[in-house]
């Protein structure tokens, strides 16, 4: 059974800090990665993917990702009361197969002023 | 850039009614599609995907059924709604390296 795993959260953290948000995965063959955010009642939006070890950055979010641990994050600096939602890690295991993903649960973020 | 369009917004059906659901994408052309339903305060369980017209596979075993008539209409269907057909119907489209990107999504309530 592939499986992802998050934390369910509610993560808090004060406005203008770094939210930091952590996602492991089963499958040591999976190859590809991402992020989604999911506002209360609304559909999930793709915020970053990533396939490579290291970091990838965009704008305020850092995607990072070590296949040794089989351990991704995003961190999302300079936190704002818009990035309260809820954010899906998505695995695309080495044996999906059709561009399937695995999601996990989530991570609930506030971010209070 | 794609767009992917649902249809039904939301839906509130009773037990023991069929069920239709479509989906259909703009701006792209022989996509993957995805149907996936999302529980109140769950994650996203993947229900059916297809990788052409005509061609369904089936990740759960239960009352629902999918079709792909046309290369982007995505169908989801039930002949006989269950409590627990309850949630969120999302519909997602994906092509190249593998990013699924998700329709506005079904809010379906059976009484």
């Known amino acids: 059974q592939k499986e992802v795993e998050q934390n369910s959260g509610p993560l808090s953290v004060p406005e203008g800090a770094i939210a930091s948000l952590n996602c492991t995965y089963s499958d040591r063959g999976s190859q590809s990665f991402f992020w989604y955010r999911q506002y209360s009642g609304k559909s999930p939006e793709l915020i970053m993917f990533i396939y490579s070890n290291g970091d990838k950055e965009d704008g305020r979010f850092t995607a990072q990702l070590n296949k040794a641990s089989q351990y991704v994050s995003l961190l999302i600096r300079d936190s704002q009361p818009s990035d309260s939602a809820t954010y899906l890690c998505a695995v695309n295991p080495f044996s999906g197969g059709y561009n399937k993903l695995i999601f996990g649960a989530g991570t609930r973020l506030a971010v209070h002023p | 850039s794609q767009t992917i369009h649902q249809w039904p917004a939301t839906l509130v059906q009773p037990v023991g009614s069929p069920l239709s659901l479509e989906c259909t994408v703009e701006g792209t052309s022989n996509p993957n599609l995805y149907w996936y339903r999302q529980a109140a305060g769950r994650g ?52 190249g390296s593998g990013e699924q990107y998700f329709g506005p999504g079904t809010r379906l309530t059976v009484t």
């Not at chain 2, 993947?46 to 209409?73: H, M």
Request: proline share 4%; aromatic share 10%; glycine share 6%.
């Open chain 2, 44 to 95: 996203l369980q993947l229900l059916f995907y297809s990788v052409g017209i005509g061609q369904i596979s089936s990740e759960v075993p239960q009352n629902l059924s999918a079709s792909r008539p046309q290369d982007r209409q995505f169908i989801l269907s039930s002949k006989k709604l269950l409590l627990s057909d309850s949630g969120f119907y999302l519909c997602a489209s994906a092509r």
